[in-house]
């Protein structure tokens, strides 16, 4: 600036330009002057930057008249806008390589989560990685997932990785009424959206816990709810040393890993269910379920939900039957109920055999979203009975306030744990012999062992009709019956209907 001034003859000048924090323009540069206010109102100006977003303006005045001065202050202008522009495509450069250096981090970190949570089979396993893994990243410091106890409405600690200590002597909570309302944790526990936090030292939800922010040196935060079909698991909280680290595409990219996570978990919890030795057993009963619905039919006789099987999106099919003086009950179910799309008779008689396609239905998404399974469902003028099987890890509170927030009568008849006999399986395999016969039975391992059910087959039904000595007609006809008395032992309901 001084050559600048020697240069053009001016006694003074100086650069005005708006500050870093959004506030008035402020001198940046000066000879002669050491204020704004000092600087006079018909001295030398010239823009610097684009019209349209300048950066700002370069004064110069002289006590001398001199002609040549105001193109000269214009090229200063000019160079000092070359360079300003220079220096802002330089930033801007430089923002989207390390943007698209950290997207490809986080992408990493989300396929190789998903790849090692994939193969765990617990829950804790699986929420032991997701920390695990987040924590060794390059891109984060530390992370932690966190679940409500409903009883308290206090979050508790699950698992954490990369730090100890951080919660130690705080108390989160989601009651909106406690002192504490547990920050963006208890906000995305609330919502089921992504609470993000992109500078911790100025937002005021991280107040209660601001020397913990500096003695954790993190300055960015995100909790991501750990949901499926509607059941929130919990909450993964993931902190970042950098400011702004979860701004748009880094923001949506993280928040798929709770989408995953839940989907695991809801897998996870299903299967520990079905392989479980020990099971909870509820009995559960829920009068004038379908009471708020205008049935144009009154409900009588019974109907009964057999098999349950969970479509994407929220989506069941259930098989069930019906006696006669049920069907017409269930088809003006399908008019007036919205959770009902379509119910399709199979086979006549009393009991008929029927499908059901729905959407959301409450009590199967309450029960499907926690691994747990049910036998013996009916409704019999218009009250459910339901025997509900869980895995003693499942938190049960949380499966019946799930019921009763759609339907406040549901009661508990009754509720045991026990560990289920080796009998169960060997009554399976019992049956399947004895349903079997010899020629049925030959069909299906000699499919089996002849590489018929692999991908792709070993050999098909010519290859191991010719080698039984069948046509391969009479081949698939023993296959086919053989495979529905296996499936009919393995996944057949013992209901036939109330008392």
Known sequence: MTRVADSADADRCGVLAEADDGSPRTLRAAVGWSAPDELPADGLRATI?????????????????????????????????????????????TARHELQATLNSLHDVVSEVTDAIVA????EEIEETVCE???????????????????????????????????????????????????????????GTVQVTN???????????????????????????IAHEGTTYGVLNVYAGREGAFRSRERAVIARLGEIVGHVIAASERKR????????????????????????????????????????????????????????????LERVNPEWESVTVRSEGSPARYELHGVD?????????QG????????????????????????????????????????????????????????????IVTDLT??????????????????????DGGAVADSMGVSPPTFHQHLRTAQRKVLQAVLSSPTVGPE
Do not use: C
């Not at 500078?199 to 709810?225: C, L, M």
């Not at 039975?441 to 050999?459: I, K, V």
């Open 49 to 93: 930057g684009r019209e349209d977003d300048p950066w700002g303006v370069l004064v110069a005045a002289t006590d001398d008249a001199d002609p040549d001065a105001d193109a000269f202050v214009e090229a200063v202008a000019t160079v000092l806008t070359l360079a300003v522009e220079r220096r802002r495509r330089r930033r801007e450069t």
């Open 120 to 123: 765990q089979s617990t829950r």
């Open 133 to 191: 893994l987040l924590a060794d990243s390059e891109a984060y410091k530390f992370a932690w997932i966190g679940a409500v106890d409903e009883p308290s409405q206090e979050v508790h600690v699950r698992t954490e990785a990369g730090v100890e200590g951080y919660l130690d002597g705080l108390t989160l909570s989601v009651d909106p009424d406690h002192p504490f309302d547990g920050g963006p944790t208890a906000d995305a526990l609330r919502t």
């Open 199 to 225: 500078d911790a030292r100025s937002d005021p939800r991280f107040s209660p816990v601001r020397d913990r922010v500096n003695a954790y040196d993190f300055r960015s935060s995100a909790a991501i709810p």
């Open 273 to 332: 269910a079905l392989l479980s030795d020990d099971l909870v057993e509820l009995t559960l009963r829920i009068d004038d379920l379908f009471v708020a619905l205008d049935t144009s039919v009154d409900p009588e006789g019974w109907f009964s939900f057999d098999h349950m099987v969970p479509v994407d999106d929220g989506d069941f099919i259930v098989y069930g039957r019906a006696t006669e003086e049920a069907v017409p009950f269930l088809r003006d």
């Open 361 to 369: 239905l409450p009590v199967f998404s309450a029960i499907a979203s």
């Open 372 to 431: 747990g399974y049910f036998e013996d469902v009916v409704i019999e003028d218009g009250d459910l009975r339901m025997t509900l099987y869980l895995s003693p890890s499942v938190d049960v509170h949380s499966v019946l306030e799930s019921l009763r927030h759609n339907y406040p009568q549901t009661e508990i008849r009754s509720r045991r744990q026990f560990t289920r006999s080796f009998e169960d399986v060997v009554r399976i395999r019992r049956r």
């Open 438 to 459: 010899d020629r049925q039975r030959a069909t299906l391992e000699a499919a089996f062992y002849a590489g018929y059910f692999e991908w792709p087959r070993d050999a």
